[in-house]
T-cell receptor, first 115, second 113 residues
């Protein structure tokens, strides 16, 4: 059982380049998320998808786009990378359980450096 | 606007003693709270959660306390072990409207052997 798988694990981009971070989960979860982690800032939500075919902006969506390709996959795209997007990116997924949400499961992260 | 706050960036505790990590929140719509543990170069892993209908939840060495009137929760680890050294994130969500988690900035716990 792989859980949440992110690719790539590391990436260096030049300013202005584009790239897509891939994420897949095999737990049949409805909800998927993209977070970024920066020193002193904790984990901040970029985009999330409550179900296949829907996406919504989180706290820091500027400069990013997402695609919920199917129930398993949720990709994050940087169209024109900027040094401010240097960060560690985490994909996560979660299920719903009645009134209360369940815990999110995270991938191992993608360390992105934009030079 | 930081809706979930962890005011202690770091904490050091002797092995065998109790570790207490604190978290405050401002959004009264939050009704589900979670603690995550994160080791370097790994993704966060779920540790324990509590819903707003409870004030305490216990799982082995880990206990989470919720004080709704003070909008405060805490994680107690007893006894603390060297493997507990990690960054701990508090998170919260509101069950109505959406399911997204809002995280605090984290507390780095170091257990001293």
């Amino acid at each position: 059982n792989a859980g949440v798988t992110q690719t790539p694990k590391f990436q260096v981009l030049k300013t202005g380049q584009s790239m897509t971070l891939q994420c897949a989960q095999d737990m049949n979860h409805n909800s998927m998320y993209w977070y970024r982690q920066d020193p002193g800032m904790g984990l901040r939500l970029i985009y999330y998808s409550a179900s296949e075919g829907t996406t919504d902006k989180g706290e820091v969506p500027n400069g990013y786009n997402v695609s919920r390709l199917n129930k398993r996959e949720f990709s994050l795209r940087l169209e024109s990378a900027a040094p401010s997007q240097t960060s560690v990116y985490f994909c996560a997924s979660s299920a719903s359980r009645g009134r209360f949400n369940t815990e999110a499961f995270f991938g191992q992260g993608t360390r992105l450096t934009v030079v | 606007d930081q809706q979930v706050k962890q005011n202690s960036p770091s904490l050091s505790v002797q092995e065998g003693r109790i570790s207490i990590l604190n978290c405050d929140y401002t959004n009264s719509m939050f009704d589900y709270f979670l603690w995550y543990k994160k080791y370097p170069a790994e993704g966060p892993t779920f540790l324990i959660s509590i819903s707003s209908i409870k004030d305490k939840n216990e799982d082995g060495r880990f206990t989470v306390f919720l004080n709704k009137s003070a909008k405060h929760l805490s994680l107690h680890i007893v006894p603390s072990q060297p493997g507990d050294s990690a960054v701990y994130f508090c998170a919260a969500s509101a069950s109505f409207g959406n399911e997204k988690l809002t995280f605090g900035t984290g507390t780095r716990l170091t257990i001293i052997p």
